[in-house]
């Protein structure tokens, strides 16, 4: 007898579950996505123990026909493509036929529901991939589906599983992300008596965004709009269109990791290399390398044009014009934070509320708190999570023998992630005390001296454009300018200010081909490293459009005979070798746009006035005019905040005047 045997079908089942399902969350992802095409408008989810022991999601979609609902549990059975050619252009969230199968062989599932053209219901009832029983039964129209102790016959698997918080937090991201995505249907999600999130139907993103994240993290998002752009097709005459909508956030959100970033793709939640790449090349020059924005993007195009059947549990895909996609979605992008210019804020005195200081108030996560500072944590994503590595696959009886399978990579860091707290209404602070009230404080009359700014004498600037009316006052220590403007007080870091005039001062001669250039008394000859050569080698055309006219001369050596005018000759040295570096450090796949944009920035940093250097008025108004100028006025090349803004609204709150 041959050794090789098929597998039965529940072997079958739990192995396409090995990636189907990895943890609650995706049990969550694969039921809500159902929901979804099943045209629901109305999602409910119940979870107990972070979904281990319970994931329970109502919708009010289509529902199934009786036959439908014990077929749903076979493998490879979908109602959403029938032959090959639709898997070409997928519209639904599902297409594979996997999900209920793989579910049902790893839990206790109960299904109900009833088709709108059906009198009565169904109910199937199905353990460990088991049917236990089928039965009929009154239920109203749509579909409910109980996931009751998962994994509780895979015990390799259950070990896999993180704490209960991390799980829930994981699903809570999940089913945030979605109700982003679906801004005119209602989602709820309950944690035992807990409500995590519950949202009604908006008209547009923005509502739901402030719904979800509150008012504060919505002043601090830039609405990209709607861009679009066309791609021709196959067809002469016709073309694809591509659209990209959401939000982004300023250069002064500089997250240490992808988690913020929410990438949806025809309204599929995905990870991809591709449009992360674009977004973060959207904000070179505007924040630190390594570091990264919060976005929430939606691209939509012809289904066509993007292959979703990449991986099984569709969280990943392929576009078909990689590289166009990559362009829109950096310039548009750029040109949205350009034209928006967003303020940095300085840090708002905190109002003596009672309510600050209170546990819970002020820590990372959901809620009303906006960003903070630096870094702060928003509920962290699994879908973009670091893409490099993923967890090492399980082992136990049943998954020693797979290949390394592409477990998901939602396992990363997720301990690392803040405990979960969606309290999606009004903060629950208590009312701020009077200070009347206090014993033995008694408040006197004010004298009409105390009152605000007459009306109209200030004005609430929401971007930049406001930097070319400022008045310069002075500076402090020699290295922050000082300046009063009509929206409030503002504190100018002299040198990165600078750098960004030079900075796009040289990016636009480099455009022109008319770098100003000043002839080297001596030429300079440089050795090089041998790594420096090959450097030099494919960079030297992008050195002599930015202005160094340089010549191989010998073995490992270059001469520099002109640099840029605006760096003094005894900088030349360091700048071509800081380049040089740069590019063989960093810049060894980059394009010729970022090493022309990288030798800009090297220009511009050195050739910038210093810190700790006395500025008089002239020069400072000269710094503030040509800053208002910029395109980009916010951060400097690498990054760092040029400006921060007391605003008349914080100054005159901090004074007791409003
Ligand atoms: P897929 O979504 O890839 O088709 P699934 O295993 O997730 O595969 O679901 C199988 C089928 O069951 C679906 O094609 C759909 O017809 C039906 N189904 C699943 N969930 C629902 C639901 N919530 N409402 C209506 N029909 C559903
Ligand atoms: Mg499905």
Redesign the pocket.
């Known amino acids: 007898m041959g050794r090789i045997r098929i597998l039965s079908d529940t072997v079958a089942n739990q192995i396409a579950a090995g990636e189907v399902v990895e943890r609650p969350a995706s049990v969550v992802k694969?039921?809500l996505?159902?929901?979804l095409?099943?045209g629901?408008t109305d999602v409910r989810l119940d979870v107990e123990s972070g979904g281990r022991r319970l994931i329970r999601?109502a919708?009010n979609?289509?529902?199934?026909l009786r036959d439908?609902a014990l077929l749903?549990f076979e493998r490879h059975?979908?109602?959403?493509l029938s032959n090959v050619k639709d898997l070409l252009a997928i519209a639904?969230?599902?297409?594979?036929?996997?999900?209920?199968?793989?579910i049902a062989s790893v839990s206790r599932l109960v299904l109900e529901?009833r088709a709108e053209d059906e009198t009565t219901g169904t109910r199937v009832e199905i353990a460990g991939g088991k049917l236990l029983k089928v039965e009929e039964m009154a239920l109203p129209r749509?579909?409910t589906?109980t996931v009751r102790d998962l994994f509780f016959n895979v015990p390799a698997r259950k070990k896999f599983l993180r704490t209960e918080p991390t799980e829930l937090a994981h699903i809570a991201a999940l089913v945030t992300h979605y109700s982003l995505a679906h801004p005119d249907k209602t989602f709820q999600l309950r944690h035992g008596a807990n409500e995590l999130l519950s949202v009604t139907p908006v008209g547009e993103i923005r509502e739901r965004v402030f719904q979800v994240f509150g008012s504060q993290v919505l002043s601090e998002l830039v609405d990209l709009g709607t861009h679009e752009r066309e791609f021709p097709s196959d067809e002469p005459g016709t073309m694809h269109q591509y659209r990209l909508r959401g939000f982004v956030s300023g250069p002064q959100i500089q997250k240490l990791n992808r988690n913020s970033i929410y990438l949806f793709v025809n309204g599929r939640l995905i990870r991809d290399r591709l449009l992360l790449h674009g977004l973060t090349a959207g904000y070179a020059q505007l924040i630190p390398p390594g570091t990264y924005p919060f976005a929430l993007l939606f691209l939509d195009c012809d289904p066509g044009e993007v292959d979703v059947n990449v991986h099984p549990s569709k969280t990943e895909v392929r576009f078909r014009q990689g590289s166009f996609v990559h362009d829109f979605v950096r310039d548009s992008v750029r040109r949205t934070l350009t034209q928006a210019r967003p303020i940095t804020a300085a840090p708002a005195p905190l109002p003596m509320s009672p309510g600050f200081g209170q546990p819970g108030f002020g820590q990372p996560g959901f809620g009303q708190q906006g960003f903070g500072q630096l870094g702060a944590q928003l509920p962290y994503s699994e879908f973009s999570l670091k893409m490099e590595s993923g967890p090492p696959p399980p082992t136990g009886e049943l998954f020693t023998n797979l290949p390394e399978v592409a477990l998901p990579n939602w396992q990363l860091r997720p301990e690392a992630g803040p405990a979960p707290r969606f309290d999606f209404g009004e903060p629950q602070l208590p009312p701020p005390t009077p200070p009347a009230t206090h014993p033995g404080f008694v408040r006197g009359p004010v004298p009409d001296t105390h009152g605000g700014l007459p009306a109209g004498s200030y004005v609430e600037a929401v971007n930049l454009e406001t930097l070319k009316d400022l008045r310069p006052l002075g500076q402090l220590h020699d290295s922050f300018i000082i300046a009063a403007g009509r929206d409030g007080l503002w504190i100018i870091d002299q040198h990165v200010a600078h750098e960004r005039i030079l900075f796009e001062q040289v990016l636009r001669q480099q455009a022109a081909g008319q770098v100003e250039r000043q002839q080297l008394l001596v030429p300079l000859v440089l050795e090089l490293t041998a790594g420096q050569e090959i450097e030099y080698e494919r960079i030297a055309a992008e050195l002599d459009r930015s202005g160094f006219d340089t010549a191989p001369v010998g073995k490992r050596a270059i001469a520099v005979q002109s640099a840029p005018a605006d760096i003094g000759a005894a900088q030349v040295e360091r700048v071509v070798l800081e380049i040089l570096e740069t590019a063989e450090r960093e810049m060894r796949r980059a394009s010729l746009e970022e090493i022309r944009r990288n030798v800009a920035a090297s220009i511009g940093c050195r050739a910038a006035i210093k810190i700790n250097m006395p500025l008089d008025i002239t020069k400072m108004e000269w710094l503030l005019k040509k800053l208002g100028e910029c395109e980009y006025p916010m951060s400097c090349p690498h990054g760092r905040p040029i400006a921060l803004r007391y605003s008349m609204r914080e100054i005159l709150k901090s004074f007791h005047r409003i």
């Open positions: 694969e039921l996505e159902n929901s095409d099943a629901a999601i919708d979609g289509c529902g199934m439908d749903a059975a979908t109602s959403k639904t969230l599902g297409f594979r036929g996997e999900a209920l199968p793989s529901t749509g579909t589906i």
